[in-house]
């Protein structure tokens, strides 16, 4: 058997193998691209701007302990004028996302997390909804179509000069079965350049072994980092949490109006409250972390495992960057698009290979008829 005849034997057989799980992810994935402004709509998210400031995150708690005291807050996030303010709560055996009117406080939407086409279509991306062996099964396949991908282009790759342009465009016109191997073909060819990036970030959640190989060479199995810690002398003066959390959110959304703020609600006795600056394109790896006594208010310094982006280490810039590139948007809009269509080309491949192996299988069964 000829080398490539072999190659063509491998792509065939996992093809068949992962096609239809892979297509889930892949068109799961594509989808999921765009949850921010499906978010945005099904939540309810947006409200008219006013010409005043904010409500306090004291008042958005007031409203929620008053139309659900049964559900406890972690987190208030402050975004920009014209979205609502949303806050992070526990309970019922679940969490939700509250979204509140941020000049009034008014509630405007309460969403379990754990319910919705939203939520359904995450874990479908994320484990096929079967849980922790569906996961497996997503990590698995994706790791077999990065050998695909790598196999499809040895395949594509031309023998001669002059088939290069053939392999390098679609012919309309063609037949509808030529049409059909061109657009797995072709399409797969630049899909590959796009959709590896996508395929290598899921690889880095998926298995253990490439995260801790990458702390390894980062050296980030070696850092030591200092405990984050409010001065529990001052626990007395727990009275006053709330009042920091608020002047803390006011001074950050001052200082930074053009970015997000998220104050949490520390609940342990020497847990501090958490300031985190996010970007509107909502990035991972440039996000800034700053940490309040709960008690006096004092800022902790530190080497902290979160903190400064410009401070941190070079594994937990890669790990941000990983999230980033995995969805496209380390490239803003058009690296959503890439990714967008990218993952539907993906998606359209199990389909198209198996056209291409279902005519040629019908072929040969004709020609060992005659």
Known sequence: MKFKQFIGQVHLWLGLVVGIPFFLVALSGAIYTWEPEMAHLIYRQSVEPQNQPFVSASALKATLDHEHPDLDLRTVLFRDETKAAQVLLYGRSTYFHAFLNPYTGDLIHLQDMRQGILHYLKILHR???LGDIGREIVHWVTLLFLIMMITGIVLWWPTRKSQRKQKLTIKWTASPKRLNYDLHNVLGFYMTWIAIFSVITGLFWGF????????V???ENKSVYDTLQSDT???GESGVKWTLIDSLATVFQHQYPAKFVR????HQKAEPIRVVLIESDRLV?????YYFDRYTGE???GNFEYGLYSEASTFRTLNGLVYDAHFGTIWGLPGRLLVFFSSLVAASLPITGFLVWL??????EKSQST
Not at 208 to 215: A, G, S
Not at 263 to 266: C, E, G, K, L, Q
């Open 299 to 301: 800022q902790l310094r």
């Open 127 to 129: 484990n096929l909804l």
């Open 263 to 266: 104050v949490s609600n520390p």
């Open 359 to 364: 005519h040629r299988r019908k072929k040969y």
């Open 233 to 235: 002398l001052y626990v």
């Open 285 to 289: 790896y440039n996000t800034n972390h």
């Open 208 to 215: 253990e072994v490439v995260q801790d190989t990458l702390k």
């Open 217 to 219: 060479v980062t050296q």
